[in-house]
């Protein structure tokens, strides 16, 4: 096959003869279930023709039920389509990367499909732009398992692509009219389907992965750098700094503005052949230039969106401290992105819905640097934030035998455990009642307004 390797592209058509065929296409995954495989000779010939009868891409599709209940051959490779209705967090591990998506078909029937490197990055784009439109996913080569009495569903490794909103191929432009044709699908509905996260995706298990659970006085007392999850509740933010900049669209790095460049077509086309929707010159910019900015990781890039960067202030039952929420994690509490806080409150200082978390119980992952271990410095950046309350439900269960949770919290989260009468056994994880952050100079309490600095030190009172 070496021999024959550069004479494929894809999207052209080649005609193949003198070749052999064998009775063996086996093994798990396959992308084709015909049961004959072909065999190259070196005597093969491979021609390249132009037939317009034979389309760049042919799918198959596999209904959700077929997946979800296992009728289906798991030994093949699937093709679905579907409206995206929800979209979890990007989760970076070392090199990998992946984001879930959850689809639902004509039959109303939803499957969720976990995207892994490459396939993401369309996904994280769409996810700035945010359109008020149905978003219509074809998801290609997909593989599945039977895992914990479920389908999973990924992206196959080497061969699997996705197309979002590609109005050349006809079953998107068909469901795309067909969910235009809902009466009841107007835009807040379709803003929320798209946009709203899935905290499903984020099991326990992968939450709590590679972390320490502690609280957040036992935090402070580290002496190395870790990933620790611990549970709080938001009672303020600290409104000193900006609440958003301006990112990097790919990686949420900030961004400097360096200049312009002329182009007198699109602004935004994507790099590396990649196809993509580029924005036309209008009469705003009149085509005399584009902004152009710096990103400490992509270089020149043009295309910059708005993000959140908040730091709120979090309390237990052992102590307080104050922890720095991310673009996604910030949208995940308010379901706002930054650009629309902007729309929405033109020129506020501090919009009203960012206090929405305040009083929100959480689970945080908390990603404890060499910087705050050195520093004895409190204000942590959070690595991964749940409301999910089956999550946060196993999390207190795993805990409950050395920390002692309070009967609110309990009832809350559907806790069964037995408590102890003595008190002193155990810390406590209370997110009841309000614990005041005070100042380190002089010990006065810290307010959540606008002009209050940010503690640098924290104790809890």
Known sequence: MDTFINYFEEGYIRQISCFDHALNNVGGYRCSNHEYKIVFKPNTAVDAVVDLDIPNHMFKFTPFAEISNFIANFDFCFDVIGHVIGVSELIIDGEKKRISVELEDERADRLKITLWNGNDDAISAMMVDHP?????LIVQYVKCKKWNSRASVTTNMYNGRIFLNDMSMRA????KMRLEDIEDMDASVQRISILSNISGYNTYEDFVKDASMLTLSEIKELEEPCYVVTFAKITGLVKEFEWCYLGCRDCNKKVTEIGKDIDTRFVGMPKNGQRGKGKKVTSENNGEGIKKFLCSKHGAVSVVAQKFKIQAIVVDGSGSGIVTLWDRQVYNLINKTASELLEEEPGVYYPNKLDEPKGKKCL?????????????????????????????????EAVSEDLEIDAETSI?????????DDSTAKIAVSCTGDVNIQNADDGTPLEDTADSPPPKKTKST
Do not use: C
């Open 132 to 136: 008020v439109m149905p978003v219509v």
């Open 172 to 175: 998107i432009l068909d469901n």
């Open 364 to 396: 945080f992952k908390l990603d404890v640097s060499h910087f705050n271990i050195r520093n004895r410095d409190n204000e942590m950046s959070v690595a991964r934030v749940t409301t999910d309350t089956a999550i946060i439900k196993q999390y207190l």
């Open 412 to 420: 809350e989260f559907g806790l069964n455990v037995t408590q102890t």
